[in-house]
C-alpha cells in the first residue's frame, strides 16, 4: 500500500510556523521530519512517523505555492487562494525576507549576479547553511534589489513598500542594497572582524548623508523627488572631496590643525602621545580617503582603507574607545578655525559621516 | 421579456503575461449571456487594465435567466494570429432574482482557465432588472429560493412542509462525442463546464415550477448530483423539501423556523395539565432492501433484506386509539404525495412524531448505450422504482414519511448502483397541510410528545412487527416501547436527552470481485450487495456497543463499485440516548471449547474488549443513571434475538438462506469467533483509536454533549489516494488497507488541528470511490470547531439551562401565560439535567428562604430516589410551588452570566479584514448569527494538466485546484455580499490521472448556501436564547412572533 496522493486544504491556510522555519532553512522533507521527530513532537501529539510525514509534505506543498506570492508580498495581501490572516501574512513574509547573519556577511558589497550565484555552494559549505537557504537569501538580495534599483525616493520606503517588511528588516534590506551597488568590499581578512550591523550603520549614515538623496532632503530643494537616489553616491560629492587634500598638502595647514587638536586635547586623552605622534599619518590617511574617492575602485576599498589607515593604527596604540570619540570630534571641529580652509560644509558632510562610521568600526 | 441583465467590467488585476517579448498582456473581455456577447476595450499593455466598461444590457426571458450562467471571458489581444483566451467567470445570476437575496453582484472573481487554473482576478458588477409577469404558464420559476441546507434555516419561519420534489435532465457528455477528438483539452472541458452550468440551471429552474404547483415557495435541503456516465451521457439530478417559508421579521428575536410546542398550548384555549407520560411507541430497524433490475430485459433479483436486533413485547395500552388517529391524519395529509420524503435531517419542534428506523434500497443498472436526451424515462424510473421500494420498507416500519432521505449513485464503466436511504418516521400533520387539522387533536399530539424520548417510541404496532424486535419499556417516560438500539439517518433531534457525548462511527469494508462484463457483472455485485450491507451492519453494531452507545444518527452507507472490487464505508454518530435500554457488552464464544490455549486467548480477547468498553464509557462521559430492575419493567422475553433474510415480495425466488445476524439479546451480544475471519473481525474492532484526547468527532451537526462552541472554526477538504500492491490481494488484505487508510487519515487531521484542542470535527464527510484498478481515493471534508473547555464540563447542566431557558423566555413575553408550562417543559428531561436545575435554582438567591430549603430538600431526596415517575413528579411540585417569577429570574440569572463570560473569554475576531469569508458544512456558524441567505452557491469546474510533474505530481495539482475551488466559491460569496457559505458540501471529487503520459485531470462539484452572518459579540444585545439557538441548528423551541 502507497500513498500516491495525500493532501490537506484549510478555509484557512494552516501555517506550522515550525515547519516554515524548516523549510526556510532548506531542510529537505525527510530532514525536517527526522528534526521533528528529534523535536519530541511525536511524544507530545502521541502522532507516527507516517503522519509527520504527511503533514510535513503537505505543509512543504503549501509553502512551495505561497512563495511565488512571497516574491512579490503585496500579491500574498490581494491574492484569493490563500487564507490567511493579515498576522500570519506579516510572519510569513517577514520570515521568508530574513536572512542569516553568517551569509550576509559573504555576499555583502559582491555584485548580485549569476557569478556570485555561482559561489553560493561555497559559501553553503563555509558557513553550515543550506544551498537552498543561500539561494534564497540571495534570491531575495538580488529581488529587492532589481526592484528598487530604478527607483526615486527613500530607499528604505521603497522596500517596504514594494516588500511589506518590517522597518528593522527594511533598512537592513537598504543596506544591502547599497553595499552591492557601490560593490564595497568587505570580505578582506582584516574586514572579518566586522559585523553585518556594523556595516549596516555606515551604509545608513552614508545614504543619509552622501547621495544623491541626501541632497534631495535640503529644505531648500524645490522638489525633493526629482533627484531623490538613494542608492548612488553623490559624484559631484566625491569629486568636491578632492578639494579636502589641502589639509594635509598644506604643510601650514596641516600642523595648524594638528596644533589645534593638540592644544584642546592636552590631559584629556590616555593616549596622547600616541595621537600626538601619529596625528600627521592619521590625517592624511583619512583626507587621502576622502581624495580617492572619485575612483571606483577606491570607493569599493573605502572600508578596507578606513581600517587600515585609522582603525588599525588606534588598535595598536590602545586606543580606548572613548579617546577615538574624542580625538575625532576634536579633529573635525577644528578644521572650522582654519581660516585658510574655505571648504567647512564639505568638510562636515564628509567628517560627520566617516566620524560615526569610524567609531562604529573601532572595535575587536 | 421580463429581465434585464446589466453587466460592467470593472478592471482587472494580476493578469498573466501574454506577451513574452513586452512581459505584459494587452486585455479585453467579452461577456456573453445566451446567444448575445458584448465586447471591452483593448487595454493595451498593462497586467492590471481599467476597462470601466459601460453597462452591457442583455434584453432576456427570465427562463433563460434561470438556466444561463452569465459567461465572461478574458483574452489577449493579438493583432496577428487568433487572439488567447486567459481564462474565464462563470456567474450564477439565480440568487438575483428573489428578492430577499442579493440586489447586486460586484467583485472580484478568480479568471480561471481549466488548463493553467486562476490567471489573476477581474472586477466585474451585476444587476438584474426584473419585471413582473403575470403569464400564469409561464416555464421560469424565479422567486422560489433554494437552500442546501437540511433544516429550516434561520431567519425563517416554515408554515408549512409539502414534501418531496425531484426532477433529472439528461444529455450527451461532450467529452464523450465525436468532436472531442479534433477540439482541445480546454475547448472540451470548457464545453462540458457549460453544458453543466446549462443543466443545473434548467433542473433548478424544473424543481422551481414544481414548487409553485405545490404552493411552495421555497426548496430546503436542495441536493443536487451529477452522473458522469462516460459514453452514455451525464445526468443531472437533484432532490429536496419543498416548503413555504416566512421571513422572521424582527432580527433581534433570533429564532429558529419554528413553533415550539410551547405556542401551540398558548394558541389553544384549553391549556391540558401536561402529561408526562408517552402514548405512542416506537422502533428502531434497519430495514434494508437490495434490488437489481437491469435493462434489456435481464433481470437479477436480490433478496430484502430486513435486519434488526430486537425481541418483542406488547403495547402501550393507552397509544392504541389516539396512534390510530394520528396515523389517519397523517397518512391524509401524505398520501396525496407520491413520495412523503423529506429531505431535512432537522426538523421544527413537533413534527417528527416518532422514528422508525433506517430504510435503504439499493439497485444496480446497466447504463444503456442508446441515448435520447430529451427523454430521460429510463433514469426516471430506474428512481422512481427506487423511492417505491423506500415507501414500501417505511411502510412496514408503520412509518409513512422518510425523513433524511437522500440518494447517491456510483457509477463503474457500464455498472450503476443507484442507492437511495433514509429514516422511516411519523410525522406531525400539522406541517404538512394548511390548516386542516383541528385543534382537539393537535392538543391531544402536544401533550403525547413527550420530549427527549418520543421519536424513540416504536411507531409500529408491537403485536403486528414487521419483524422479530427486542423492546423495553422507555427508560425515560416508562409508558412505551423502545427498541434497544436506533439507528437513523437524520440529525440528533435537539431536545433528545443524551447521556455523555457522542462520537464518529465507522464500518468499513472491501469485497474483491471478478472482472467481469456487463450482465454478469451486474450479476455478481448484485449478490455482493446484501453480504456486504449485513456486514456493513455487523460492524457498526459491534462498534456501537464496544463505545458503550445505544443510538447511531446521520447514519451514511456508501457502497462504491470498482473494476474488481466493492467497498462499502458507513459513518454515524453513535449516541447513548437515554431513553433506550443500556446496551449489553459484547461476548466472545469459542467454536472449540476443549482447547486449552484456545480458551485462554479467547478469554484474553474478552478481557480486552471490557476494558475497551469500559474505557470508552469513561471517555465519552457515559454514566446513565442507576435504575432498579422492578420500576422499568423487566424486558419481554424472547427466547432468540436474530435477523433474517426476508423477501420482498417485488423480487423473484431466488434460493435464500436465513442468516442467522445473532443480534441484540440484551446482556449477551455474541460474537463468534469460528475461523480466522472472524478473529480478523474482532481485532479490526480494537484497532480503532480514540481520538487523542482534547478530540471529538462526529458526523452530524453538532455534537452531543458540546453546547459551548467558540467561534473559530476550520473547514477543510482531505484527499488521500492509496495504491495497493496487485499481487494476492485477498479481502483480508484489503480490509486491513482500507481501515488503514480511514484511521491513518483520521489520526492525520487531529496532528493537523492540534493547535485547535480543544475541538469538535463535526460533519465529516468521508466519501471513497475507486477511480481505477488499485486505487482507492477517500475525500474528507468537515469543520474543526473549538469549544469552552470548562462549560463543556457541565452539559447536562447546559442541557437543562436551554431547555429552561426557553420556558422562561416564553414567559417572559407572555406574562399572562400560565405557570404549567414550565412544569410542562421540566420532567420531560433528565435525570441529571432537572437535579442541576433543582440545585441551581435553590442556590439562587432569588428564591425565599423557606422555599429553598425545601428545594433543598427535595432535591436532596431526589438524588436518594431511585424511582424515575416520583422524581418528575416531586419536580413539577417544587417548580409549582415557586412563583412563576422567581423561575424567570432564577433561570434568566445564569445563562446570561455565562453569555458575558463567554463573550469575555472569546478571542478577539483577528480575521476582521474584510473579505474574510468562512465556510463550514453547518448550517450554522457558531458565536454568530446568520441574518441574511443570499442564494445558493453551486459551482462545477474541471482542472486538466498536461505537465503533472512541473506542477508538483498529483498532490500539487489537487492541492492548487481544491485551494482554487475554495477560493472561487469565497469570492462568489462575498461579491454577493455575503461573508459566510453554510452546508457546504463537496459533492464529486472525480481525480483520474495518467502519470506515463504525465497528465491528470479533476472535477470537482460544490455546493452551500452564501450567507451574510453577524458576530454575536457585535449585537449590542445579548440574548440568552442566542448561544443556545445557534448551538442548535435544528432549532430550540423558540417563541415564533405572532
Not at chain 2, 483566451?85 to 438575483?96: F, N
Not at chain 2, 460586484?106 to 413582473?132: A, C, M, Q
Not at chain 2, 464505508?569 to 484456545?598: C, E, F, H, M, R
Not at chain 2, 457515559?622 to 419493567?633: A, S
Amino acid at each position: 500500500m502507497t500513498s500516491e496522493l495525500d493532501i490537506f486544504v484549510g478555509n484557512t491556510t494552516l501555517i506550522d510556523e515550525d515547519v516554515y522555519r524548516l523549510w526556510l532553512d532548506g531542510y529537505s522533507v525527510s530532514d525536517a521530519v527526522a528534526l521533528r521527530v528529534r523535536s519530541g513532537i511525536l511524544e507530545q501529539t502521541g502522532a507516527t512517523a507516517a503522519v509527520l510525514q504527511s503533514d510535513t509534505m503537505d505543509h512543504y506543498r503549501t509553502f512551495q505555492m505561497l512563495e511565488r506570492l512571497l516574491h512579490a508580498p503585496p500579491k500574498l495581501l490581494h491574492q484569493l487562494i490563500f487564507q490567511i490572516p493579515p498576522s500570519r501574512q506579516a510572519l510569513l513574509i517577514e520570515r521568508y525576507y530574513a536572512f542569516d547573519e553568517a551569509f550576509v556577511r559573504e555576499v555583502l558589497g559582491k555584485k548580485l549576479s549569476k557569478g556570485t550565484k555561482k559561489d553560493l555552494d561555497d559559501i553553503s559549505t563555509k558557513t553550515g547553511i543550506t544551498l537552498k537557504s543561500c539561494r534564497r537569501q540571495f534570491d531575495n538580495f538580488k529581488r529587492v534589489f532589481k526592484v528598487v534599483e530604478e527607483m526615486r525616493g527613500s530607499l528604505v520606503d521603497n522596500i517596504q513598500q514594494h516588500f511589506l517588511l518590517s522597518d528593522r528588516l527594511a533598512r537592513d534590506y537598504a543596506a544591502i542594497v547599497f553595499f552591492a551597488n557601490n560593490r564595497f568590499e568587505t570580505g578582506k581578512k582584516k574586514l572579518q572582524y566586522l559585523s553585518f550591523g556594523d556595516f549596516a550603520f555606515c551604509a545608513e549614515l552614508m545614504i543619509q548623508n552622501w547621495t544623491l538623496g541626501a541632497v534631495g532632503e535640503a529644505p531648500t530643494d524645490p522638489d525633493p523627488q526629482a533627484d531623490d537616489m538613494d542608492m548612488d553616491l553623490d559624484k559631484e560629492f566625491l569629486q568636491d572631496l578632492k578639494e579636502l587634500k589641502v589639509l594635509v598638502a598644506d604643510k601650514d595647514l596641516l600642523d595648524l590643525h594638528k596644533s589645534l587638536v593638540c592644544t584642546a586635547l592636552r590631559g584629556k586623552l590616555g593616549v596622547f602621545s600616541e595621537m600626538e605622534a601619529n596625528f600627521k599619518n592619521l590625517s592624511r590617511g583619512l583626507v587621502n580617503v576622502a581624495a580617492k574617492l572619485t575612483h571606483n575602485k577606491d570607493v569599493r576599498d573605502l572600508f578596507v582603507d578606513l581600517v587600515e589607515k585609522f582603525v588599525e593604527p588606534c588598535r595598536s596604540d590602545h586606543w580606548p574607545l572613548n579617546d577615538v570619540r574624542l580625538f575625532l570630534n576634536q579633529y573635525s571641529a577644528s578644521v572650522h578655525s582654519l581660516d585658510g580652509f574655505r571648504h567647512q560644509a564639505l568638510w562636515d558632510r564628509y567628517m560627520g559621516t566617516l566620524r560615526g562610521c569610524l567609531l562604529r568600526l573601532c572595535h575587536d | 421579456m421580463p429581465g434585464k441583465l446589466k453587466v460592467k467590467i470593472v478592471a482587472g488585476r494580476h493578469l498573466p503575461v501574454m506577451d513574452r517579448a513586452s512581459d505584459l498582456t494587452d486585455a479585453f473581455v467579452e461577456v456573453k449571456f445566451g446567444n448575445t456577447t458584448f465586447k471591452t476595450d483593448v487595454y493595451l499593455k498593462s497586467l492590471n487594465p481599467q476597462w470601466n466598461s459601460e453597462w452591457f444590457k442583455f434584453e432576456v426571458d427570465d427562463e433563460d435567466l434561470q438556466d444561463e450562467p452569465l459567461q465572461i471571458t478574458v483574452l489577449d489581444h493579438d493583432t496577428y494570429s487568433a487572439n488567447d483566451a486567459i481564462g474565464k467567470v462563470y456567474i450564477d445570476i439565480d440568487p438575483l432574482l428573489y428578492s430577499e437575496a442579493a440586489t447586486v453582484i460586484s467583485g472580484w472573481f478568480p479568471i480561471y482557465d481549466t488548463i493553467h487554473g486562476i490567471r489573476g482576478e477581474i472586477n466585474v458588477v451585476v444587476k438584474v432588472d426584473l419585471f413582473n409577469d403575470l403569464n400564469r404558464f409561464r416555464q421560469s420559476s424565479c422567486g422560489v429560493k433554494f437552500f442546501c441546507t437540511t433544516s429550516i434555516p434561520k431567519c425563517y419561519r416554515a408554515v408549512i412542509i409539502h414534501g418531496f420534489v425531484e426532477e433529472l435532465v439528461v444529455n450527451e457528455d461532450p467529452e464523450y462525442q465525436w468532436i472531442d477528438r479534433i477540439r482541445t483539452p480546454r475547448a472540451s472541458n470548457e464545453a462540458r463546464q457549460r453544458l453543466i452550468s446549462l443543466m443545473s440551471g434548467e433542473l433548478q429552474r424544473k424543481i422551481g415550477l414544481k414548487v409553485l404547483e405545490m404552493r411552495g415557495n421555497a426548496v430546503v435541503g436542495y441536493l443536487q448530483c451529477f452522473d458522469l456516465e462516460g459514453e452514455s451521457g451525464l445526468v443531472v439530478r437533484a432532490i429536496g423539501t419543498a416548503c413555504t417559508l416566512d421571513k422572521l421579521s424582527s432580527p433581534a428575536a433570533f429564532l429558529p423556523a419554528c413553533n415550539s410546542p410551547s405556542k401551540e398550548m398558548k394558541e389553544s384555549p384549553l391549556v391540558h395539565p401536561p402529561s408526562h407520560g408517552c402514548r405512542s411507541t416506537h422502533n428502531s430497524p434497519i430495514h434494508t432492501a437490495t434490488g437489481s433490475r437491469l435493462t434489456q430485459n435481464f433481470s437479477v433479483s436480490v433478496p430484502t433484506l430486513i435486519y434488526t436486533g430486537m425481541g418483542s413485547g406488547s403495547a402501550g395500552k393507552e397509544g392504541g386509539p389516539f396512534k390510530a388517529l394520528l396515523r389517519q391524519q397523517t397518512q391524509s395529509a401524505l398520501e396525496q404525495r407520491e413520495f412523503p420524503f423529506f429531505t431535512l435531517t432537522a426538523f421544527p419542534p413537533g413534527f417528527l412524531v416518532h422514528v422508525g428506523g433506517v430504510v435503504s434500497a439499493r439497485s444496480v443498472k446497466l447504463l444503456d448505450r442508446i441515448h435520447n436526451p430529451d427523454e430521460p424515462e429510463t433514469r426516471d424510473a430506474w428512481w422512481a422504482e427506487i423511492r417505491q421500494e423506500i415507501k414500501s420498507h417505511a411502510k412496514a416500519l408503520g412509518c409513512h414519511a422518510v425523513v433524511g432521505y437522500s440518494e447517491s449513485t456510483s457509477i463503474c464503466e457500464e455498472v450503476c448502483i443507484l442507492s437511495a436511504s433514509g429514516t422511516a418516521a411519523v410525522l406531525n400533520p400539522r406541517f404538512l397541510q394548511d390548516g386542516t387539522v383541528e385543534g382537539c387533536l393537535e392538543q391531544r399530539l402536544e401533550e403525547n410528545l413527550p420530549a427527549g424520548c418520543g421519536f424513540c417510541h416504536i411507531p409500529y404496532d408491537e403485536l403486528n412487527m414487521p419483524f422479530p424486535a427486542h423492546l423495553t419499556y422507555c427508560y425515560n417516560c416508562r409508558k412505551q416501547k423502545v427498541p434497544d438500539v436506533l439507528f437513523t439517518t437524520i440529525d440528533l433531534p435537539m431536545d433528545a436527552a443524551v447521556i455523555g457525548k457522542g462520537c464518529l462511527i465507522q464500518a468499513r469494508l472491501c469485497r474483491l470481485k471478478k472482472k467481469a462484463q456487463a450482465e454478469a457483472n451486474a450479476t455478481a455485485i448484485s449478490n455482493l450487495l446484501p453480504f456486504m450491507e449485513y456486514e456493513v451492519h455487523t460492524q457498526l453494531m459491534n462498534k456501537l456497543k464496544l463505545k458503550g452507545m445505544n443510538a447511531l444518527f446521520g447514519l451514511r452507507i456508501q457502497i462504491s463499485v470498482g473494476e474488481n472490487m466493492l467497498m462499502g464505508l458507513a459513518s454515524a454518530t453513535g449516541v447513548y440516548l437515554a431513553a433506550l435500554p443500556t446496551p449489553g457488552g459484547i461476548q466472545i464464544a469459542g467454536k472449540t471449547p476443549n482447547d486449552g490455549s484456545y480458551e485462554q486467548h479467547i478469554s484474553h480477547m474478552q478481557k480486552k474488549i471490557n476494558d475497551t468498553i469500559a474505557k470508552n464509557k469513561e471517555l465519552y462521559e457515559i454514566n446513565p443513571p442507576e435504575i432498579c430492575e422492578e420500576i422499568i419493567g423487566s424486558p419481554i422475553p424472547e427466547p432468540r434475538q436474530r435477523s433474517r433474510l426476508l423477501r420482498s415480495q417485488s423480487e423473484s425466488s431466488d434460493e435464500v438462506t436465513e442468516l442467522d445476524l445473532s443480534h441484540g439479546k440484551k446482556d449477551a451480544f455474541v460474537l463468534e469467533i469460528d475461523d480466522t475471519d472472524a478473529m480478523e473481525d474482532v481485532h479490526s474492532l480494537l484497532t480503532d483509536v480514540p481520538p487523542p484526547s482534547g478530540f471529538y468527532s462526529c458526523n452530524t451537526e453538532i455534537m452531543p454533549g458540546i453546547n459551548n462552541w467558540t467561534s473559530e472554526i476550520q473547514m477543510f477538504t482531505s484527499v488521500r489516494v492509496i495504491r495497493l500492491s496487485s499481487l494476492n490481494l485477498t479481502n483480508q488484505a484489503l480490509n486491513k488497507n482500507f481501515n488503514d487508510l480511514c484511521e491513518n487519515l483520521l489520526k492525520s487531521l487531529y496532528f493537523k488541528l492540534r493547535s485547535m484542542i480543544p475541538c469538535c470535527l463535526c460533519h465529516v464527510n468521508f466519501t471513497v470511490s475507486l477511480p481505477e484498478d488499485e486505487l482507492i481515493q477517500v475525500t474528507v471534508t468537515a469543520v474543526a470547531i473549538t469549544f469552552d473547555k470548562n462549560q463543556a464540563l457541565q452539559t447536562t447542566k447546559t442541557h437543562a439551562e436551554k431547555s429552561l431557558q426557553r420556558a422562561s423566555t416564553d414567559n417572559e413575553e407572555l406574562l399572562q401565560f400560565p405557570l404549567e408550562l414550565c412544569s410542562d417543559s421540566l420532567p420531560s428531561h433528565p435525570f441529571p439535567p432537572a437535579k442541576e436545575h433543582l440545585e441551581s435554582a435553590s442556590s439562587n438567591s432569588g428564591i425565599p428562604a423557606a422555599q429553598r430549603a425545601t428545594s433543598v430538600d427535595y432535591s436532596s431526596f431526589a438524588d436518594k430516589c431511585s424511582s424515575w415517575i416520583e422524581l418528575i413528579k416531586l419536580k413539577a411540585q417544587t417548580i409549582r410551588r415557586g412563583s412563576i417569577k422567581t423561575t424567570v429570574t432564577v433561570e434568566k440569572a445564569s445563562p446570561v452570566g455565562e453569555g458575558n463570560f463567554r463573550n469575555r473569554s472569546a478571542p478577539p475576531c483577528a480575521n476582521s479584514t474584510v473579505g474574510v469569508v468562512r465556510m463550514t458544512p453547518l448550517s450554522f456558524i457558531p458565536g454568530a448569527k446568520i441574518t441574511k441567505y443570499l442564494g445558493i452557491i453551486n459551482m462545477f469546474f474541471i482542472r486538466e494538466t498536461t505537465s503533472l510533474r512541473e506542477e508538483g505530481g498529483v498532490s500539487g495539482f489537487l492541492h492548487a485546484f481544491i485551494a482554487e475551488v475554495f477560493a472561487m466559491v469565497r469570492a462568489h460569496v462575498a461579491a454577493l455580499g455575503g461573508n459566510a457559505v453554510v452546508s457546504y458540501i463537496m459533492k464529486q471529487c472525480v481525480f483520474m490521472e495518467n502519470p506515463n503520459k504525465n497528465q491528470a485531470q479533476c472535477l470537482i462539484n460544490v455546493s452551500g448556501d452564501a450567507v451574510v452572518f453577524v458576530r454575536e459579540s457585535e449585537l449590542e444585545v445579548v440574548s440568552t436564547q442566542q448561544p443556545a439557538a445557534t448551538c442548535q441548528p435544528s432549532c430550540t423551541g423558540g417563541e415564533v412572533t405572532t
